[in-house]
């Protein structure tokens, strides 16, 4: 190896181009690689964000429905309890026709015997 060989030189020179060119080649990809990977990143970004979206949505719409349908089962407990004390009454009110009857009864039977 001579220091002062211009073939030698012009190898070793070709050879550093030819290394930098390569590195310049794929330094120049790496934007063009990075943009695909950001643009998928938004993509996916955009994806979930939609989901998001279509979760809380429905959350929301299954919580209103859960709301409406307590509230109207508080009121059919409510119903209930009327329709218990009424029919508690109701049964009140025959038992007592029913014994107002047998005495009835028992004082026409009484009649027919004298």
């Known amino acids: 190896m001579n220091l002062f060989d211009v073939q030698y030189w012009n190898e070793r020179s070709s050879m550093v181009r030819g290394g930098w060119l390569a590195v310049a080649l794929l330094l120049a990809g790496v934007p063009v690689a990075q ?47 009327e329709e218990q004390k009424k029919a508690e009454q109701s049964r009140l009110n025959y038992l ?11 004082v026409l039977d009484r009649a027919w015997k004298e």
Do not use: C
């Open 35 to 81: 943009a695909k990977d950001v643009s998928a990143q938004q993509a996916g970004l955009n994806y979930a964000l939609q989901n998001l979206d279509k979760a809380e949505a429905e959350y929301k719409a299954d919580s209103k429905r859960a709301s409406e349908t307590e509230k109207v089962i508080e009121q059919k407990k409510k119903q209930l309890a």
């Open 96 to 106: 007592a026709a029913k014994d107002k009857a047998a005495k009835a009864q028992e």
